[in-house]
T-cell receptor
Framework: EAGVAQSPRYKIIEKRQSVAFWCNPISGHATLYWYQQILGQGPKLLIQFQNNGVVDDSQLPKDRFSAERLKGVDSTLKIQPAKLEDSAVYLC?????????????FGPGTRLTVL | GQQLNQSPQSMFIQEGEDVSMNCTSSSIFNTWLWYKQDPGEGPVLLIALYKAGELTSNGRLTAQFGITRKDSFLNISASIPSDVGIYFCAGRMRFGAGTRLTVKP
């Protein structure tokens, strides 16, 4: 069974530029998550989707971050414009349900460097 | 919001030693999850705990869900070099800051 796929693996941009990350979850997983992991910290949830609907985006900085999962399968996360403090690894995860304790499977992440 | 406090922040041990790390929360959790993250990779689930008092093993790993539902610990027995990595506790999509484990051969 294929795992969670993410691309690109690395991205370097200058501040104020835009960037987009892509995630393809495990086949059949209805729930998809985007996390931000700053160096030396644990992952922080940005947004949770159930199929193509948003379940939780309370920690998403909506002035510059957006995410969509239009067909309920793959998803994109966009940052526009990027700031220096956005440098982090962006992790995508998926699970078969959205219940508390659902087992999340993570992709390898996209490492973003903002100069 | 909910905070998960992990300790210790880092550990340096000799191969063959046992390791213990724990996680506490200011609020009650219904589930505790323990993950390991290797450099350049996403976290990988090690153990999931669903009931207060539950003790679960996965090979050399043992984890327990505290009776108060506000804490959990993870033990690794007879450590080996490939145990090196960062261990995270998590609950309700919130993660601790991690415990960085170094194993000296």
């Amino acid at each position: 069974e294929a795992g969670v796929a993410q691309s690109p693996r690395y991205k370097i941009i200058e501040k104020r530029q835009s960037v987009a990350f892509w995630c393809n979850p495990i086949s059949g997983h209805a729930t998809l998550y985007w996390y931000q992991q700053i160096l030396g910290q644990g992952p922080k949830l940005l947004i949770q989707f159930q199929n193509n609907g948003v379940v939780d985006d309370s920690q998403l900085p909506k002035d510059r971050f957006s995410a969509e999962r239009l067909k309920g399968v793959d998803s994109t996360l966009k940052i526009q414009p990027a700031k220096l403090e956005d440098s982090a690894v962006y992790l995508c995860a998926s699970s078969s349900s959205s219940s508390d304790g659902a087992l999340e499977y993570f992709g390898p992440g996209t490492r973003l460097t903002v100069l | 919001g909910q905070q998960l406090n992990q300790s210790p922040q880092s550990m340096f041990i000799q191969e063959g030693e046992d390791v213990s790390m724990n996680c506490t929360s200011s609020s009650i959790f219904n589930t505790w999850l323990w993950y390991k993250q290797d450099p350049g990779e996403g976290p990988v689930l090690l153990i999931a705990l669903y009931k207060a008092g539950e003790l679960t093993s996965n090979g050399r790993l043992t984890a327990q869900f505290g009776i108060t539902r506000k804490d959990s610990f993870l033990n690794i027995s007879a450590s080996i070099p490939s145990d090196v990595g960062i261990y995270f506790c998590a609950g309700r999509m919130r993660f601790g800051a991690g415990t960085r484990l170094t194993v000296k051969p």
